[in-house]
């Protein structure tokens, strides 16, 4: 099959039905950070522990771009004494968590496709973290579809949606799969430490998902080329998420600040963007393109200063937001699906030709990226 012969045939964005502005975590953020230094004040006055500072609405969007954020489950995020989702555990036999979320967003996709389960040979639940190591919750949503085949899990952090994209494009054009049906559950809210002032804002949760198929069977309106994918990894530090099954053993409280997420944001700021922007540069020349015949750029959304500066540097200017949508100002970072919901969000429009770059990077480091024209 030629590079040309795989299309993205359906997208699906399900979002949850509660959001948390940045005015709401501010306010549950600082009376629990002005608690903090008044239990602790004789330790803080003697030099042993510092005081944990303030934040404001207006710090989280100068930092971020970010507003605001959607929440599976918004009880206990903002309660002081509790400071985290309050999920209730479901049973064995009943459907997870992330099936839900992923099956919201794959019927969708399912739809927008023109696809039923019969169709799809492939599923791939793609994002930053699982509920759980095993069943692979897509071999849930696979057996909630009643799609044959097979499924797994992917987690490559903030660039498993293009990681899992790029290897359901192989699996088409090597005639292993008829279609694949890419998911990306992204339930980030249980990792986010809301008592850390620089990181409490970032995360958000939603669900996304795609129809990869082979162009001879695509019935979809609105359908696009993979004219080519590149994946690559640098390894770094910055960006950690220690949460594991061996903190049993190491005999740590596993759900402490070093087990939750943590970065240290500026040396990523300093390292992702220059890799990122010459990682597209040379994914749009290897398939005989120029930055100047993209019309569309569905960027990762973590930071709108790191997307600026990344299409600056691509395009010598700043792109006009039809160039580059954001959509984070409204979802926040929701790890790997962010590029997803630009995408689902910002696509219907392009004519017939048009050429579009999905492109996501995050810990690893990771970066992952397909060049798209409209069919």
């Known amino acids: 099959m030629s590079s040309n012969g795989v299309v993205i045939s359906g997208a699906g964005l399900w979002l949850p039905e509660h959001s948390i502005s940045n005015e709401e975590l501010v306010s ?13 004040a004789a330790a803080i006055e003697a030099g042993e522990q510092e005081p944990k500072p303030l934040s404001s609405a207006e710090f989280i969007e100068k930092a971020s771009g970010i507003r605001s954020r959607y929440a599976y489950v918004k009880e206990g995020v903002l309660d002081i004494q509790r400071m985290r989702p309050k999920i209730a555990r479901r049973g064995e036999e009943e459907l997870s968590h992330q099936g839900e979320m992923a099956l919201n967003a794959a019927r969708k996709a399912l739809e927008n496709a023109q696809k039923t389960g019969a169709d799809i040979d492939m599923v791939i639940v793609s994002c930053a973290y699982t509920e759980r190591s095993y069943p692979a919750i897509a071999i849930e949503v696979q057996h909630q579809l009643g799609i044959k085949g097979f499924g797994f899990d992917m987690l490559v952090a903030c660039s498993a949606a293009t990681f899992a994209l ?210």
Not at 28 to 40: F, K, L, M, T, V
Not at 242 to 263: I, K, M, S, W
Request: negative net charge; contains cysteine.
């Open 166 to 375: 790029q290897r359901a494009y192989d699996a088409i054009a090597a005639g292993s799969a008829r279609a694949v049906l890419v998911i990306n559950p992204e339930l980030t809210s249980p990792q986010v430490n809301y008592t850390d002032r620089d990181s409490h804002f970032i995360f958000g949760d939603v669900a996304t998902a795609m129809v990869l198929e082979a162009e001879s069977t695509c019935s979809a309106q609105h359908s696009y080329q993979i004219l080519g994918s590149k994946a690559q990894t640098v390894y770094s530090n910055n960006i950690r998420s220690n949460f594991g099954y061996v903190a049993r053993a190491e005999d740590v409280d596993p759900f402490g600040a070093q087990n939750l997420f943590h970065q240290n944001g500026r040396k990523v700021f300093k390292e992702v963007c220059p890799m990122a922007a010459d990682h597209l540069q040379q994914q749009i020349a290897a398939v005989g393109l120029g930055v100047e015949d993209v019309q569309r750029w569905w960027l990762h959304q973590a930071n709108l200063n790191m997307n600026q500066l990344i299409v600056r540097r691509l395009l010598g200017r700043d792109a006009s937001a039809e160039e580059a949508p954001i959509v984070l100002d409204r979802f926040a970072n929701t790890a790997s699906a962010g590029s997803i919901i630009a995408f689902c969000l910002h696509h219907e429009d392009l004519k017939p030709g048009a050429h579009g770059v999905i492109c996501s990077f995050g810990a690893g480091y990771s970066i992952g990226s397909l060049v798209l024209r409209k069919r």
């Open 28 to 40: 549950s953020y600082n009376a629990w950070a002005e608690q903090y230094n008044r239990d602790h």
